[in-house]
């Protein structure tokens, strides 16, 4: 897995920041040899909102192959997905996880998993920004008891139409419970929403 700050508002000393369970010795070679100009991950964030198999990525560049090609020798896995993260105030992140899989095994892990990802990629994301000290969290309004039950469900890997039978509310109350939670709490999407809630302790599972 790799997390990548790819822009920070506002900067900071310690930007450019990145963390990852790659071997070091990759990690080194990837910053040192300047793949972040080559890599076709990091152009998922250029046109991407949803999360991105690696399989859909355009590697015909003689230098993208090369890359992969090099990764490969290094212990990193050919198959990968790329969750692309937009903040509120324009900081940009990625988080990747790749695996050796066959690709069949890979698409059912994907799959099943891909919910999971999303939030981990935003909950990974604020905590990044807050730690390493990218931006402090302004006053956060207090959720309303919908609103958190609306959040903890969605969390769960419910669907709008599900929270409403859950709660005994309509879909479109839910759906304005999840877009007022996303105000309160400066979230671009839901899973942003969620990931900030729970970073800050407004909902617990």
Not at 56 to 75: T, V
Not at 142 to 156: V, Y
Not at 193 to 204: G, K, M, N, Q
Request: with cysteine; hydrophobic share 40%; aromatic share 10%.
């Amino acid at each position: 897995m790799t997390f990548l700050v790819v822009r920070a508002a506002g900067g900071s000393s310690a930007y450019p920041y990145y963390a990852t369970t790659y071997p070091d010795t990759w990690a080194a070679r990837y910053i040192d040899n300047g793949y972040l100009d080559i890599d076709p991950v990091i152009d998922v964030m250029r046109w991407g909102l949803l999360p991105v198999d690696w399989s859909s990525l355009d590697r015909r560049s003689g230098r993208a192959r090369r890359l992969f090609q090099e990764a490969r020798c290094y212990g990193i896995g050919s198959q990968g997905l790329t969750v692309p993260v937009r903040g509120s105030n324009g900081e940009r992140s990625l988080f990747s996880v790749t695996s050796r899989l066959p690709r069949r095994e890979w698409s059912r892990l994907r799959d099943s998993s891909i919910h999971e990802l999303q939030i981990l990629s935003h909950y990974l994301h604020e905590t990044v920004f807050e730690v390493v000290g990218y931006r402090k969290f302004d006053r956060i309004r207090k959720l309303s008891g919908r609103e958190s039950q609306c959040l903890r469900l969605l969390a769960m890997g419910r669907i709008s139409k599900q929270i409403a039978a859950d709660l005994g509310i309509s879909e479109n109350s839910v759906k304005l419970y999840l877009r007022s939670a996303r105000l309160k709490l400066g979230a671009v999407t839901s899973y942003q929403a969620v990931a900030r809630a729970s970073f800050l302790e407004l909902i617990r599972f």
